[in-house]
């Protein structure tokens, strides 16, 4: 169940030379459907399935859930990004933060 969500629409500069979204907007609309309190926190791994392609002038929904941690010192989430008009899924991803002490990175 999501417990953050966000609606975007897809404009031109999200996209590439090919007429599709450029994969970093996928983690973009992700980060931005986070809790904000992640200052402390690094990403550490990213797990990311592209299902559909879309385009300019499509609108996605992104939501994200917390997960159990998996390691002391860690937060992770589960990510779905919908279509805005069908709610077919577009992609989903687990991401797993570590925290930073701002020293050093683990």
């Known amino acids: 169940k999501a417990e953050w969500e966000n609606q975007f629409a897809v404009g031109r500069r999200q996209i590439d030379f090919n007429g599709h979204v450029n994969n970093l907007c996928y983690l973009d609309w992700m980060l931005e459907t986070m809790p904000t309190n992640l200052d402390e ?35 992770c989430f589960a990510h779905q990004i919908r279509s805005g008009d069908s709610a077919q899924s577009i992609a989903c991803a687990d991401t797993r933060w570590l925290r930073y002490d701002g020293n050093e990175r683990s």
């Open 41 to 75: 926190w690094i990403l550490g791994e990213l797990n990311i399935r592209y299902e559909k392609e879309i385009g300019f002038g499509d609108t996605v929904l992104t939501q994200s859930a917390s997960l159990p941690p998996a390691a002391e010192n860690t937060s």
